[in-house]
């Protein structure tokens, strides 16, 4: 006995593909980009390409001339970064960068996280503690800059003179052998609560249940804090460390507020080496400082990302 289907079942069986199989319709789809992803992404590389691209181009050309940033020019090829190296004045503004990177990003990531701990404990008055922890984060850095000067050249000195603390006695702004620790201290001081932030992100992604089974099992706070809590967190501290270290390379604002990269050349950064030369007649020999900084800042930032795919940590 033969039964006849609806003619909808009877389209459908006909058009419908094999199993395993699809058809040219649903691949032609599949392959089809949507044209707002254009309208989204064509802007963005037009104006990056326009304000970032384009001026470094335009930099790295006039890098092989020795253009003074106004008048006539010609090309001089790699003279100017050959004398790069032979300049020891960059190569300090060099040497006391990348050292207080280092230190600002060893300072920022001990601080932030002894900070993020105890704002994630169970403590009264958590949540306006936070906020008091977070104002310095929304300052400007000159303006920071500005108030620390004030009080490393003026009140720390009259308050170490009163109680007899004679090697304070002085501003340590204008003393070359401690200037840097001013810097870092300041820079702490506002680049913590941001880290701050990504790290209470971290530990709050931790399970409460972790800490309760290490602590049925004996493990005291600073086993579940070496063995528990900074391993899980680990993806938030690298992070942390890259973001830091990449900012405090650049450092500019708290330096020109604070020392003016003085005294003498002692906390010059590389920044302020390369803005110089654009008021001081250097373009084109700054700009020559500025490709090699930027090959050597790329270098670090690849480097990091291969230990963390090493490491296996996901960001």
């Known amino acids: 006995m033969s039964t006849t289907l609806p003619v909808a079942q009877r ?25 707002t992803y254009y309208w989204m992404i064509v802007p963005v590389l037009a104006l990056f390409a326009f304000f970032i691209t384009l001026p470094a181009l335009v930099g790295v050309f006039f890098s ?16 100017n970064y050959v004398n790069i190296f032979k300049d020891p004045a960059v190569l300090q503004s060099y040497v006391f960068t990348f050292g207080f990177a280092v230190a600002a990003t060893v300072a920022v990531n001990v601080v932030a996280l002894s900070i993020a701990l105890g704002l994630n404990a169970r403590i009264k008055w958590r949540t306006g503690i936070r906020t008091v922890f977070f104002i310095p984060m929304v300052l400007s850095g000159l303006i920071v800059s500005f108030v620390f000067s004030y009080l490393f050249s003026n009140t720390l000195p009259a308050l170490a003179e009163r109680f007899g603390v004679t090697p304070l006695a002085s501003s340590m702004l204008a003393d070359e052998k401690w200037a840097w620790l001013a810097i870092v201290v300041v820079t702490v001081w506002q680049a913590a609560p941001g880290a701050t932030i990504i790290y209470l992100a971290g530990l709050q992604s931790v399970p409460s249940e972790v800490y309760e089974a290490a602590g049925m099992d004996g493990a005291g706070t600073w086993r579940q804090f070496r063995s528990l809590t900074l391993p899980l967190i680990m993806g938030y501290l690298v992070i942390n460390i890259i973001l830091g270290f990449k900012g405090f390379l650049g450092t500019y604002e708290i330096i020109v507020g604070l020392t003016g990269g003085g005294p003498g050349m002692a906390t010059q950064s590389v920044a302020m080496k390369i803005f110089s030369g654009f008021t001081g007649g250097d373009y084109a020999y700054q700009m020559a400082n500025a490709v090699i900084y930027f090959v050597i800042t790329l270098v670090i930032s690849v480097i990091q990302l291969r230990l963390i795919q090493r490491r296996g940590v996901s960001l």
């Open 11 to 35: 389209d459908a069986a006909t058009t419908s593909p094999e199993p395993g199989k699809t058809s040219k319709a649903t691949r032609k789809g599949a392959g089809r980009i949507d044209p």
């Open 64 to 79: 092989l001339t020795n253009y003074a940033g106004y008048g006539d020019w010609k090309f001089v090829g790699l003279s």
